[in-house]
T-cell receptor, first 115, second 111 residues
């Protein structure tokens, strides 16, 4: 069964350093999501792509976070500089179509710890 | 902005007891999805509801979408230890592609 791939699975970084996460969605899925999940809370959408275009990044802290999906396939989420409050699980998900209610397939996530 | 709340936050039940979690949105939804996240795992899709008043069943799980499309519920009959995890609803508002996840209900089943 096809899966969403994410790397790294775990990342420890010092505050003020740069960090990047990578996501490879299920083949053929046009929509890609990046979520942040703080322990004990629900996933919060950071950015949503339809192919290579951003359709929602209203909750992305743009002064330090950036995301790209240059060829409409895999995606990278970057944080620079990292802050202590960025410690969380970063989940990537993909679906075959936006907004029409297709299920989201989540990857295993990247657990970020900022020290 | 749109907010999605779930109650209860936690629920401990004895194996064999029933369990219900409720999801309430501050705005009318186009559709709602339910996910289960096992401890240490990632969310896994359970079901989607689209129509007002819709009821869907999956074995021991029953999902309902309210008439006003602002609330939903998940009911598990005769819980099993395999039901342990956190259940999230995710609602999509009208005219948006964005899903807002609820606060989640963490279920613990005691054998």
């Amino acid at each position: 069964e096809a899966e969403v791939a994410q790397s790294p699975r775990y990342k420890i970084t010092e505050k003020s350093q740069a960090v990047a996460f990578w996501c490879d969605p299920i083949s053929g899925h046009a929509t890609l999501y990046w979520y942040r999940q703080i322990l004990g809370q629900g996933p919060e959408l950071l950015v949503q792509f339809q192919d290579e275009s951003v359709v929602d990044d209203s909750q992305l802290p743009k002064d330090r976070f950036s995301a790209e999906r240059l060829k409409g396939v895999d995606s990278t989420l970057k944080i620079q500089p990292a802050e202590l409050g960025d410690s969380a699980m970063y989940l990537c998900a993909s679906s075959s179509s936006p907004g029409t209610g297709y299920e989201q397939y989540f990857g295993p996530g990247t657990r970020l710890t900022v020290t | 902005g749109q907010q999605v709340m779930q109650i209860p936050q936690y629920q401990h039940v004895q194996e064999g007891e029933d369990f219900t979690t409720y999801c309430n949105s501050s705005t009318t939804l186009s559709n709602i999805q339910w996910y289960k996240q096992r401890p240490g795992g990632h969310p896994v899709f359970l079901i989607q509801l689209v129509k007002s008043g819709e009821v869907k069943k999956q074995k021991r799980l029953t999902f309902q979408f309210g008439e006003a499309k602002k609330n939903s519920s998940l009911h598990i009959t005769a819980t099993q230890t395999t039901d342990v995890g956190t259940y999230f609803c995710a609602g999509r508002g009208s005219g948006t592609y964005k899903y807002i996840f609820g606060t989640g209900t963490r279920l613990k089943v005691l054998a």
